[in-house]
């Protein structure tokens, strides 16, 4: 089995473009997102489409999930963000046709599927915590109240734009970074089981960034932040 995960887009179409390029172009089929599709860079739509469009497998994370409630949460949402945060939200928010509201809205905060007889669970942070993730900080007690909670063999979770991965027994833990926001390229991550023992390859694609970095200045968006952490 080969799994192209990636996640935390943020609105960045070129990013996500470039990165399911080289995914086509290496065969693989089986492809997951861990949410945080939109507020940041300006292409919602073009984000929300293009991963509606394939039916690519993807949860909601905690942007797409304010964004989306902006309205019904009568501005709450924005009082509780940051400044940029919010200016994002709103500014997305304004932006997103009502069907790509609706999506985010729907989206599921976990998705579980199986590929050839292993079970994989993909939430936006740690299993049962959308807020949290799994990173080099995160406890051996708390990946294995993880690993009882997910009871899969794969689990995979962004929210800290941080590639990171770690087997706990019998289950292997992946971050896959954030696509839309690290300095080194498109980052995702090919997890691989073909041979023992599993892999995980993260991959940072070059893409056109002078038009994103335009993009960003004429829709008068703060700067998104940037990431190269590991």
């Known amino acids: 089995m ?12 070129p990013a996500l473009e470039a990165a399911l390029a080289e995914i086509d172009d290496a065969g693989i089929r089986t492809i997951v997102c861990t949410g945080d599709l939109v507020a940041g860079y300006p292409f919602p739509n073009e984000v929300v489409d293009c991963l509606n469009q394939r039916n690519i497998t993807t949860v909601q994370g905690l942007y797409d999930r304010l964004t989306a ?18 200016s994002a939200m709103r ?3 304004d932006q997103l046709s009502s069907a790509n509201v609706e999506y985010l809205r729907a989206l599921p905060r976990v998705q579980r599927i199986t590929v050839d ?8 942070g740690a299993p049962n915590a959308v807020n949290d993730s799994i990173g080099e900080k995160t406890s051996d007690q708390r990946f294995e109240r993880y690993r009882e909670s997910a009871r899969a063999d794969i689990v995979i ?26 300095e080194r390229g498109a980052a995702y991550a090919i997890v691989s089981t073909e041979h023992q023992p599993w892999t995980v390859e993260y991959r940072f694609v070059e893409y056109n960034r002078e038009v994103v970095d335009d993009a960003v200045r004429s829709a008068g968006l703060p700067s998104p932040a940037l990431s190269t952490a590991k």
């Open 117 to 124: 007889g292993l079970d994989v669970y993909v939430s936006h």
């Open 91 to 93: 500014w997305t928010y």
């Open 157 to 182: 979770g962004g929210n800290t734009h941080s590639t990171f991965d770690r087997l706990v027994e019998d289950t292997l833990f992946v971050n896959p970074g954030s696509l839309g926001c690290d």
């Open 69 to 86: 409630s902006l309205v019904r949460s009568g501005g709450q949402t924005l009082k509780r963000a940051s400044e940029d945060a919010a």
């Open 2 to 13: 080969v799994i192209a995960a990636f996640g935390d887009i943020h609105g960045n179409s």
